[in-house]
């Protein structure tokens, strides 16, 4: 029958086991920690044995091995006692004199155990005292005596580790000075005190484990992954929980009535349903992530872990454009971030959105690159908290926060992407349901991923570029090859001039003239065939053009075509310096395709109006408009064409290069089945800067924005 002693010892034992376990771990080699390991494993083993000895009421088992249970004991004692000592060759001389004497000690003492054994209890009782018991009680005392002596010379600096390693083995000790010497008094073990004793040795073994890990000497070096604690945790709260609920359907049974075993399902299963919307919970299981960061462990993120899943999120899928997106996720995920969007440096040295992830921003939100936010970010490398920003503005020098960012809906965290000390772009994160504090190390993690991730959107961007580049290699090899193509048309047609005087009444000649002729149209058909008709000229004069007269002139080249253009002149008399054909060229590359999208009974209209010191000139059309992802990533992107083969990809890039060689820059405005609308930007010539005249019947811009929504179906 299982009795309070078995259960005692049984406790001493599982506790002391898993004490051996953990000393098992780690970095092995330092004699304190074997000591203290080899004290652990004998008194695990002399804790079983004495459970078994309990159980079966044979006590004299247990004596054999508790012997060497005390000497493993004083032992690790003399090892703690080694350190407290100045000089080494004293301290050694010390430990190897105490060694002896307690190895001689314990060996006298298992003499006596067999010898009681053997010859039964008398023979180890010599004036009326048990020789057993009294041998059992001086190791006691040369315990405590020890435990004393460690307490009262240890360093100033150790005694934080050092007394929670004197109060665990000194209550051992002490509870074996009690035990023992309480049996010399009356000559015989109490059996409560005995049995009691394997609580006790249990009881000890928290403040040891305390003081183990305030020791470095005896540092266990394991590493409990926090995925772990957080599974184990989790575990152990819906254990609880399912303890509790059933606990609880149990007392609704008990004292329900007719009603309570209906009552009880109907709970029980509540009170499931209930654990599996908490489990399935990304705010729960994100609170308690941070609760877990927050109380058990020294650093708030499992950096490797976090490192690993971060880069294997960056590098996951194709280098292409989805790579922005993983970007935006990546950092999110740190900090459980439901959503963010990128802004990067375009060529016109604002900052735009690029790509988002979960979270949306209209693409008026721009920042030029002189803005006190960029400015800040760039220098500071800071990453900014609108939260603390708003709370207090003086950590930040009162920075100017764009209105858009401030309107942004759950906007939290603006994170540069810095590379090499160039600034290539910003992420805004979306405010987490779990991180209600943000610290030093959130920061640091965030912008030490930020600037990682910005290395890979550079490569990115490199890659593109040299990509194009490429591309117009091909191009430039090309035009050499029609160059030298059309040089030896040059020269067949040259030879025909020139004999054409001479030989003109001869028939064979003009057969000859003829087929050379007909040959060299066919070779210049075939370059035509890989050429634009609008093809870009080399030379870039500046002359200053006025804007009105130009729009007018292309309105009338392109109403060959269907839908016919309208022009609508709210402004006359600006000047630009421009090209007056290449200029015209763009806007009509730009008419052109707004024909080809847009059915025969559609609209275009071509506006002229002037805001602040700007131009502005919009070709908009009522055809069949095009989606975000389309504008954002194909657009203008060179040799990407929609036409087939019977467009090079090439006429939007070189309309948007040249508008930004001007100082301008184009604005895409469009949806799908509703229409598009180009929105150019142009700085005037200082020459017609006073020169222009606003049409009084249509100088309200907000009009013309109604008129322009109306027609557009917007």
């Given amino acids: 029958m299982i009795n309070t002693g078995v259960i ?49 009421d044979t006590a004299f088992l247990a004596y054999l091995v508790e012997p060497v249970r005390s000497f493993a004991w004083l032992l690790f004692l003399g090892y ?17 004199l105490v060694t002896t004497l307690v190895a001689g000690f314990t060996m006298m003492l298992l003499v006596l155990v067999i010898l009681r054994m053997y010859y039964g209890h008398d023979v180890a009782v010599v004036f009326g005292i048990d020789l057993l018991f009294a041998g059992f009680l001086l190791m006691a005392i040369a315990g405590l005596v020890m435990v004393e002596q460690i307490m009262r010379n240890a360093h100033v600096e150790s005694r934080r580790a050092v007394k929670y390693l004197c109060i665990g083995l000194g209550v051992i000790l002490a509870y074996d000075f009690y035990l023992y010497s309480n049996a010399l008094l009356f000559q015989a073990l109490d059996p409560v005190i005995w049995q009691v004793r394997g609580f006790v040795n249990a009881m000890a073994v928290p403040v040891l484990g305390v003081a ?81 960061n927050k109380h058990f462990f020294h650093y708030k993120y499992d950096y490797r872990d976090e490192w690993l899943r971060f880069i294997q999120t960056l590098s996951s899928g194709q280098p292409d454009n989805r790579l922005r997106e993983r970007t935006i996720h990546s950092l999110a995920e740190i900090i459980d971030s439901p959503g963010g969007v990128l802004w990067m440096r375009q060529i016109t040295n ?24 960029v400015q800040f970010m760039a220098s500071r490398e800071w990453l900014i908290d609108l939260d603390e920003c708003e709370r207090d503005p003086e950590l930040y020098n ?32 979306a405010r987490s349901p779990a991180q ?42 090309l035009s050499t090859y029609v160059m030298h193509d059309l040089k030896n ?5 040259s030879l025909v001039v020139t004999n054409a005087a001479k030989h003109r009444n001869n028939p064979q000649f003009m057969e000859d003239a003829i087929n050379t002729v007909d040959n060299s149209v066919q070779k210049m058909n075939r370059l035509l065939s890989h050429l634009r008709s609008d093809a870009m000229q080399s030379h870039e004069p500046t002359p200053d053009i006025e804007l009105c007269g130009v729009l007018g002139e292309v309105i009338e080249t392109m109403s060959g075509g269907k839908p016919v253009p309208s022009l609508d002149c709210q402004a006359e008399g600006i000047l630009l310096s421009a090209n007056r054909e290449r200029f015209s060229a763009v806007i009509g590359h730009i008419i052109r395709n707004a024909q080809e999208a847009t ?24 055809g069949i408009g095009m989606d975000k992802e389309f504008i954002r990533n194909r657009l203008f992107k060179p040799f990407d064409s929609t036409k087939g083969k019977s467009g090079m990809g090439i006429g939007v890039y070189e309309s948007r290069d040249y508008v930004h060689r001007l100082g301008g820059d184009i604005e895409v405005i469009s949806r799908v089945g509703e229409g598009t609308t180009f929105r150019i930007r142009l700085p005037i010539s200082d020459a017609g800067e006073n020169d222009v005249k606003l049409n009084s019947e249509k100088q309200d811009t907000h009009s013309n924005e109604r008129n322009y929504k109306e027609i557009a179906g917007y």
């Avoid at 049984?10 to 000591?35: H, W």
């Avoid at 703690?80 to 190897?96: C, E, Y």
Wanted: proline share 2%.
């Fill in 8 to 56: 005692s010892y049984g406790t001493g034992t599982f506790f002391f086991l898993v004490l051996s376990l953990v000393l098992l771990t780690g970095q092995q080699g330092r004699k304190r920690k074997n000591a203290l390991k080899f004290a652990a494993i004998v008194s695990t083993f002399w804790l079983g044995i004495a459970t078994f000895a309990v159980y079966h």
């Fill in 80 to 96: 703690v006692m080694v350190s407290a000592v100045t000089g080494k060759l004293i301290a050694i001389q010390r430990f190897h």
């Fill in 212 to 292: 183990i890990a305030r020791d470095p000497r005896l540092s266990l070096d394991i590493f409990v992954s926090r995925r772990m604690v957080f599974h184990t945790t989790a575990l152990l709260g819906t254990g609880m929980y399912l303890l509790a609920m059933g606990l609880g359907g149990y007392y609704i049974r008990a004292f329900g009535g007719e009603w309570g075993t209906v009552v009880q399902v109907i709970f029980l299963f509540g009170a499931g349903l209930v654990l599996l919307v908490l489990l399935f919970s990304g705010r729960v299981r994100a609170s308690l992530r941070v609760f877990i």
């Fill in 350 to 373: 604002r900052f735009v959105p690029v790509a988002s992830w979960q979270m949306e921003a209209s693409e008026n939100c721009t920042v030029d690159e002189d803005h006190p936010l």
């Fill in 398 to 429: 009162n920075l100017t926060i764009p209105g858009w960012l401030k309107q942004l809906s759950n906007a939290w965290l603006v994170v540069p992407l810095i590379v090499h000390d160039h600034m290539l772009g910003f992420i805004v994160l």
């Fill in 436 to 477: 209600h504090h943000f610290n030093w190390e959130d920061s640091d993690l965030i912008k030490t991923a930020g600037r990682q991730a910005a290395v890979h959107l550079a490569q990115l961007e490199a890659s593109r570029s040299l990509a194009e580049a490429q591309q117009f290699e091909a191009c430039n090899r």
């Fill in 489 to 493: 048309l040059i020269a067949q047609l």
């Fill in 599 to 622: 059915p025969d009974d559609g609209q275009i209209i071509v506006r002229l109006f002037k805001r602040s010191d700007r131009a502005i000139i919009e070709v908009q059309d009522t």
